[in-house]
């Protein structure tokens, strides 16, 4: 174990982002990100075409990758003898010009970086670049040169001061490293604050939780690779916010390495502390613009044994609507998950996925909600639940429902809501928008689209009905700039005119930090532009994201 | 004719067992407590008997606590007739279930008795065995299809023998789930309660457990950087090359 144990702190890979010649294209698309499941959600492809899409046929894309490291490699002769770089030939219609101001990465930078970080932790192997300049679903393509992987809160310091002197660009990226084996947190059982480093798997942190009689408060289908740190800086929102809220709530404290190389200490653990500013909701939700979170105390509720899942069919989304209004006021303190698909997403999931049955074959219905409850006694939970239902049932909300009778038929209603964004993704080409809406306004959104399409598209609607989050998502055999076309502005059109948010858990990324105005004023999104200057001058963390970089320069 | 299906409300299949600090069994206070998925099958195939016509009726009993009841109704909600409680302590072992079960039988006079292959708590896969020796009936074990031939009189069951597929029996059926109108149905099915002493079956263990422990933890793999490493390792630390 060396003396790692103590030392594994964060573990985020720091990526150069860089290009080779100054009039080339910047294909690098990726959104911080530490959390799979976000970038499945976010990496969206409002503006994409690119060959790498969907399922792609692995000798293409081999070939195509090969093709490309041959184009680029005769560039780098010319300008980079140095550092191996690879030039992502995917085709995407966000370009983004490389600002200028920023340096590219030279020897010393890369002899510097090994004396703090050792050889191992300074990569720049093209194979091993790869997947961190690669998005989930393959349609974001990044062209960093080296990725740094620092270990502690006091090797991230040193790279960033270095980095913002030099005026090298930063991605910070979580996710996916398994660094964080020796990483302990520190828990509190009678508070149940836990405070561990970013680098902490979401997994990891469950089991270590379960073991003290505590869960996390948050829990996503990502949750095997994705990091803490992740979640809390892109704010991750997931299946339990109906129940504990969001990260700014249960988020206690943090500590953050600023764009200056500043560490910044606010890892407090107290519930109440009104002493100015609260600056840790700054971080939380910037998407590592502002800074890299290190460390996070975070408040956890204790985990209660009797949880019971209920799978609805509703005929109508009226219905729907009326049921979650009588769930929370006749589930109110146990009701921990309100979830919804509608036919199409139900049908999607049936025929993409394996091992997934119809709970409720008999029929074919509208609309599909699973009701989740969470208490301490599984008797009176569950005759709650039922008499809720049966209710639900005499009055014509509910039109059939199964319960589950045990952790396995719980967990099957589970993977049909949670299965959906990969149904999806084997299905063809995705357009995905992620929306907070007005519950009573949500699915016509979803009609409408649907009308405008005919078609020539398979129009879905799912999501967190309870938290008034709806997942749009448009799937198409391939990406088509005239869908692309039909789609984008009016989703986001209608939703500002709706008082929605065109980002309700994702966040903004590369693809939407133009789309901001359509939630935001122009006077918070100033503000917001004055914080980034403030913080990082230079603009080096994650350029070209969250605010739009006109903005900035 | 009638099916009895006996079924046990066992830790659930999902929840990871953890013993007793006191060694003197499994911690089950706190814990989700479910139908032994076994069970579920062998109730699943009464019911798909019965709606292919071939039976009347199927009555699902059990034996335990008061809290075997919420075992039942999940039994009745997924279309077991009736139920049949029998009020013992938490801990029986596989003769004294058989015994009580032959009891059952004999006060029912069912022409079919189907139970799960085993339980996942204990795994004795023992009480069928029993009871069919207690009542002399025949029996077949580890079902992967059962036929029922009406005129005749006639059960032709499959099974599946070695060549390591220990689940194979799980192919037997999909169990159904409980769906809202058949949970409506079973609040008016009946739960009749009896005792060991009405059936009279003496509730005498020949057992004893003298200790629960964790069986030894799976030391954690290596990864090995070259293929000489591997080589040398399975030769010299794994003996198998």
């Given at each position: 174990m060396k003396k790692r144990i103590a030392a594994v702190t964060s573990s985020y890979r720091l990526l150069n982002q860089k290009n080779h010649a100054s009039n080339r294209i910047l294909?690098?698309?990726?959104?911080?990100?530490?959390n799979f499941n976000q970038v499945i959600r976010s990496s969206s492809t409002s503006e994409g075409v690119t060959h790498h899409c969907g399922p792609v046929p692995l000798k293409h894309f081999l070939a195509s990758c090969r093709w490309d490291l041959q184009k680029s490699s005769l560039i780098h002769m010319q300008n980079m003898p140095i550092i191996q770089q690879r030039n992502f030939g995917s085709v995407a219609s966000t370009i983004v010009q490389r600002n200028p101001l920023f340096s590219t990465i030279n020897h010393d930078d890369i002899i510097y970086f090994e004396k703090i970080l050792g050889v191992k932790n300074v990569i720049q192997d093209d194979e091993e670049l790869q997947p961190a300049n690669t998005d989930w679903m393959h349609k974001y393509k990044g062209s960093s040169k080296l990725m740094l992987q620092p270990e502690n809160t006091d090797e991230l310091s040193q790279i960033l001061k270095y980095c913002n002197s030099r005026c090298l660009a930063v991605v910070p990226q979580g996710g996916n490293t398994g660094l964080v084996g020796g990483s302990v947190p520190v828990f509190d059982e009678v508070s149940g604050v836990l405070v561990c480093d970013a680098g902490c798997i979401l997994e990891n942190l469950i089991s270590f939780l379960d073991k003290q009689g505590f869960i996390m408060p948050l829990d996503l289908g990502a949750k095997g690779s994705c990091q803490i740190g992740g979640n809390v800086s892109t704010n991750a929102g997931g299946l339990r916010l109906v129940r504990y809220g969001s990260l700014h709530g249960t988020v206690l404290g943090l500590e953050v390495v600023l764009a200056n190389g500043n560490v910044i200490d606010m890892l407090g653990t107290l519930r109440k502390d009104n002493t100015g500013y609260d600056l840790k909701h700054l971080f939380i939700g910037s998407e590592g613009s502002l800074g890299i979170i290190t460390k996070v105390s975070i408040l956890t509720p204790a985990k209660l044994s009797a949880v019971n899942i209920a799978f609805l069919a509703c005929q109508d989304y009226i219905s729907c609507q009326k049921l979650l209004f009588q769930a929370k006021r006749r589930l109110g303190e146990i009701l921990s998950a309100f979830e919804f698909l509608d036919a199409q997403a139900m049908n999607l999931v049936l025929q993409h996925l394996d091992g997934v049955r119809n709970p409720l074959p008999s029929a074919i219905y509208n609309f599909y909600v699973l009701i989740e409850t969470t208490g301490s006694n599984e008797s009176s939970d569950k005759e709650k639940l039922e008499a809720f239902l049966l209710h639900a049932m005499e009055n014509g909300l509910v039109s059939d429902g199964a319960l589950a009778q045990d952790m396995n038929q719980a967990s099957s209603f589970w993977h049909i809501r949670e299965g959906v964004p990969e149904a999806l993704m084997k299905a063809g080409a995705v357009y995905k928008y992620d929306l907070s809406l007005p519950v009573e306004k949500m699915y016509d959104l979803v009609e409408e689209i649907r009308i405008r399409l005919g078609a020539a598209a398979n129009v879905v609607g799912y999501g967190h009905l309870g938290d008034g989050n709806l997942h749009l998502n448009v799937s198409t055999p391939q990406y088509d700039d005239t869908i692309l076309a039909q789609i984008e502005p009016f989703v986001y059109e209608w939703t500002s005119r709706h008082h929605g948010s065109i980002s309700a858990e994702h966040g903004l990324g590369l693809m939407k930090a133009e789309k901001i105005y359509y939630s935001k004023s122009s006077g918070t999104v100033q503000l917001m532009a004055s914080i980034k200057k403030l913080l990082d001058p230079s603009g080096i963390l994650n350029p070209y994201k969250v605010i739009p970089p006109s903005l900035l320069s | 004719m009638k099916i009895m299906v006996a079924i046990k409300r066992v830790v659930d299949y999902a929840v990871k067992i953890r013993i007793k600090s006191d060694k003197t069994g499994v911690e089950t206070t706190n814990v989700k407590m479910s139908m032994n998925p076994f069970c579920e099958i062998a109730l699943e195939e009464a019911l798909k008997i019965k709606e292919s016509g071939f039976a009347s009726e199927v009555i699902a009993v059990s034996m335990g606590p008061a809290q075997c009841v919420d075992t039942l109704r999940t039994g009745l909600a997924m279309g077991a007739d009736r139920a049949i409680h029998v009020d013992a302590p938490a801990t029986l072992f596989p003769l004294s279930v058989a015994k009580l079960l032959k009891a059952l039988v004999e006060v029912e006079k069912p022409g079919l008795l189907i139970l799960g292959k085993q339980a996942i708590d204990d795994d004795c896969n023992q009480t069928g065995q029993m009871v069919a020796g207690l009542l002399n009936w025949p029996q077949g074990t580890f079902a992967s299809k059962v036929v029922l031939d009406k005129e005749k009189n006639v059960a032709t069951v499959d099974r599946e023998v070695d060549g390591g597929l220990e689940t194979a029996d799980l192919r037997l059926n999909q169990p159904r789930y409980a769906t809202l109108p058949n949970i409506m149905k079973a609040k008016s099915k009946a739960i009749k309660k009896m005792t060991a002493e009405e059936l009279k079956v003496e509730m005498r263990s020949d057992m004893e457990v003298v200790q629960v422990i964790e069986p030894p933890k799976r030391k954690a793999g290596v990864i090995v950087s070259s293929v000489d490493e591997l080589v040398d390792k399975l030769m010299n630390e794994a003996h198998v090359i």
């Open positions: 294909h690098h698309h990726r959104r911080f990100n530490a | -």
